[in-house]
């Protein structure tokens, strides 16, 4: 069987890309009274919020980096393995909180932003923008998922169905022989593809949000902000993380494939602090283009989330064969 394409590293560089130039060109647009009220409210201590920011940096990297590595060590805690419950149990808590995290956080995030009185009325507050993509991030979303699973399952087609006949043949030759090991390869390789596509679609959602949460902290000078953001993120990471490594685990990549996804959902968020800190002169949170560009970016992700949440995640374990059959 043909592993899915390596085009997810590509596209989180070309996220990454178009998000810096749009961020640099959205500075100089920055509305005066929306300054004023950033700064009056007395936690601004560009030394201290570094000093968080630092802290922020390696505390969220070991969270992740342990969230979403603690199911890949399923072979040294069995309890952990996909068939057990214990599994079952971390993984549905963790799609809850990529479900909370697209409704509770992402989601009025993006409500803030596209609403807020840096930008002008027309047509920002007279049409909900801000469903509207999320709608439309779930739709795209449930294409891919689509269009993902039919093209892999026609570059496996033959390699299917050689495997599926020989299968056959044997079972006939156990059957004779008095043994009987039936398998279904074909209900096997179709939910293996399907655990890859919806690893490497969760992915890139969660990458894209973690990249815009990570820029805003890096840029804000605001300690109260960073300080109380710190533990929430690490829990954040954590348990998002162990949702991925669950999915990444029952896709069943090889070493190289594995290292590469744990790479990038670990050091998304870091990554989103430096490139926020390096652009602190130039970046303004109440720059209108920057809200813009936040603003549908949370939008986009909160749909995808959801969606990944509820249908790839709660649905698939909840209405499949085996919580079906307690």
């Known amino acids: 069987m043909k592993s899915l394409p390596k085009s997810l590293p590509n596209a989180v560089v070309f996220v990454l890309f178009i998000i810096v130039i749009v961020i640099l060109s959205s500075a100089p647009t920055t509305l005066a009274q929306c300054e004023k009220e950033i700064f ?50 971390v993984k549905a808590f963790s799609s809850g909180v990529i479900l909370a995290t697209g409704y509770m956080h992402v989601l009025p995030d993006s409500f803030n932003d596209l609403m807020s009185d840096c930008l002008p009325r027309n047509p920002w507050k007279k049409f909900p923008f801000t469903t509207f993509v999320a709608m439309l991030s779930a739709l795209f979303t449930l294409m891919v998922d689509s269009f993902a699973m039919s093209l892999y399952k026609k570059r496996s087609g033959p390699a299917n169905n050689g495997a599926t006949q020989e299968d056959g043949n044997r079972t006939i030759e156990n059957l004779e022989h008095g043994h009987g090991h039936a398998l279904d390869l074909n209900y096997t390789s179709s939910q293996l593809l399907r655990h890859r596509v919806i690893a490497q679609v969760l992915e890139l959602g969660i990458v894209v949000h973690s990249v815009v949460i990570g820029l805003a902290m890096g840029a804000s000078d605001n300690r109260c902000t960073i300080r109380s953001l710190i533990a929430a993120l690490c829990f954040h990471q954590m348990f998002e993380g162990m949702g991925l490594g669950g999915c990444i685990l029952q896709a069943e990549y090889k070493f190289r494939m594995k290292a590469i996804m744990v790479f990038f959902f670990s050091v998304t968020t870091p990554l989103g602090i430096v490139l926020g ?9 109440t720059s209108p283009t920057a809200l813009i560009v936040v603003g549908l970016l949370n939008a986009s992700s909160a749909g995808l989330l959801n969606y990944m949440a509820l249908v790839d995640l709660l649905a698939a374990d909840f209405l499949g064969p085996k919580l079906q059959k307690i």
């Open 40 to 89: 009056s409210n007395g936690c601004h201590d560009k030394r201290e919020s570094m000093k968080l920011k630092v802290i922020a940096f390696v505390a969220i990297l070991v969270s992740s980096v342990i969230g979403v590595s603690l199911p890949l060590f399923s072979r040294y805690m069995p309890s952990l393995a996909p068939d057990r419950n214990l599994f079952t149990v």
């Open 277 to 285: 800190v390096g652009l602190t002169k130039v970046y303004s949170q």
